[in-house]
């Protein structure tokens, strides 16, 4: 299985600044062929499922706010959430989905300072 | 709006089977989608256990070592989750959810249900 480590686990950041969450593969998740990063990052608020934000690596989806992007190949890739607002709290979580099984990252939680 | 709805029994004795359904809303399960289950368990985290395509097509996480089954009733617009010879280990959240394809993210997400294993 593809194993995919976050880190940091926690981050605690001030409301209005950047902050960027690591994800890991244990081997590539890219076809570098054909410009594809197989992994999508999700949010997750206490009580509710996770929220897709970005699939491919990039691609941001239909609602989720500009503040939110995504970056990385290969087996190195990045959650950056700018402006940080309240509604940011959360646990965030990178899958990728190159290979089965589907694997998830053990979650990084972040909060306000 | 595409809503998924999990149900079925909350508590489940060991070794027994567990049954999960998932209803789905505002779409057809014979679109093109893949539709999976996926656990959720403080000690694992999130663990995909399987998906299904409308026609029966199914894929499986090995980890489960073939106790998973996943079915589809396309007159009913669901399907269904079947783990046998449940323990402890399989206390968790079990959500419903669209996956865009055989290899591709997972979109839409049920609200999910608990399942304790317990005697």
């Known amino acids: 299985d593809v194993v995919m480590t976050q880190f940091p686990d926690s981050l605690a950041v001030s409301l209005g600044e950047t902050t960027t969450v690591n994800c890991r593969s244990s081997r590539t998740i890219s076809y570098s062929s054909i410009n594809k990063n197989y992994l999508a990052w999700y949010q997750q608020k206490q009580g509710q499922p996770p929220k897709l934000l970005i699939s491919w690596g990039s691609t941001r989806e239909s609602g989720v706010p500009d503040r939110f992007s995504g970056s990385g190949s290969g087996t190195e890739f990045a959650l950056t959430i700018t402006n940080l607002q309240p509604e940011d709290v959360a646990v965030y979580f990178c899958?990728?989905?190159?290979?089965?099984?589907?694997?998830f990252g053990q979650g990084t939680r972040l909060q306000i300072k | 709006q595409v809503v998924l709805q999990e149900s079925g029994p909350g508590l489940v004795k060991p070794l027994e089977t567990l049954s999960l359904k998932c209803k789905i809303s505002?779409?057809?399960?014979?679109?093109?989608?893949?539709w999976s289950w996926v656990r959720q368990s403080p000690v694992k985290g999130l663990e995909w256990i399987g998906k299904i395509f409308h026609t029966g097509n199914s894929n499986y996480n090995p980890s489960l070592k073939s106790r998973a089954t996943i079915s589809v009733d396309t007159s009913k617009n669901e399907f269904s989750l079947r783990l046998k010879s449940v323990t402890a280990a399989d206390t968790a959240v079990y959500y419903c959810v669209r996956d865009q394809g055989l290899i591709s993210y997972m979109d839409i997400w049920g609200e999910g249900t608990r399942v304790t294993v317990s005697s």
């Open positions: 505002g779409a057809s399960i014979s679109d093109n989608n893949w």
């Open positions: 899958q990728q989905y190159y290979t089965t099984p589907q694997t």
